[in-house]
């Protein structure tokens, strides 16, 4: 658990609880969960390599990106999350990102994630169970 700084527009920044999660049988992904405590958490799924890349340099496009705060927040990386009801930035500590992501590597390294997919689980899930 970390606590990530959540700025939306109109709205005062505001520190809320977060946690990245990992699992092996999904080895792509990584899922952002935030919110309090009491309440139930918001759920981003994205690219484990978009929040390895977004260490060093601003990437993604679309819903996701990831992004460096070198000169304005030193220590600290952006994750802007976009939908149509709005965009969130999430302000989390890169000390924080960088311990999950060697505990994702020592898990499931990287180029061998292709060996942890369930292929049938996956094909199944496509194709709505049907064989």
Same mark, same amino acid.
């Given at each position: 658990m970390v606590t990530v700084l959540v700025s939306v #527009? @109109?709205? !005062?920044?505001? #520190?809320?609880?977060?946690? !990245?999660? =990992?699992?092996?049988?999904? #080895? =792509?992904?990584?899922? !952002?969960?935030?919110? @309090?405590p009491t309440a139930r958490p918001v759920d981003w799924m994205f690219a484990r390599s978009l929040l390895t890349e977004g260490l060093q340099r601003p990437t993604g496009t679309g819903d996701v990106l990831v992004i460096p705060l070198h000169r304005c927040r030193p220590g600290s990386v952006r994750i802007v999350l976009r939908s149509a009801a709005g965009h969130a930035l999430v302000d989390i500590a890169a000390a924080a990102i960088d311990a999950f992501l060697r505990r994702t590597v020592s898990l499931v390294p990287p180029g061998t994630e292709s060996r942890h997919i369930d292929m049938d689980r996956a094909l199944a899930e496509l194709t709505g169970g049907q064989d």
């Amino acid at each position: 658990m970390v606590t990530v700084l959540v700025s939306v #527009p @109109a709205e !005062l920044p505001a #520190p809320l609880p977060a946690e !990245l999660h =990992y699992d092996m049988t999904d #080895p =792509y992904a990584v899922r !952002l969960s935030i919110g @309090a405590p009491t309440a139930r958490p918001v759920d981003w799924m994205f690219a484990r390599s978009l929040l390895t890349e977004g260490l060093q340099r601003p990437t993604g496009t679309g819903d996701v990106l990831v992004i460096p705060l070198h000169r304005c927040r030193p220590g600290s990386v952006r994750i802007v999350l976009r939908s149509a009801a709005g965009h969130a930035l999430v302000d989390i500590a890169a000390a924080a990102i960088d311990a999950f992501l060697r505990r994702t590597v020592s898990l499931v390294p990287p180029g061998t994630e292709s060996r942890h997919i369930d292929m049938d689980r996956a094909l199944a899930e496509l194709t709505g169970g049907q064989d």
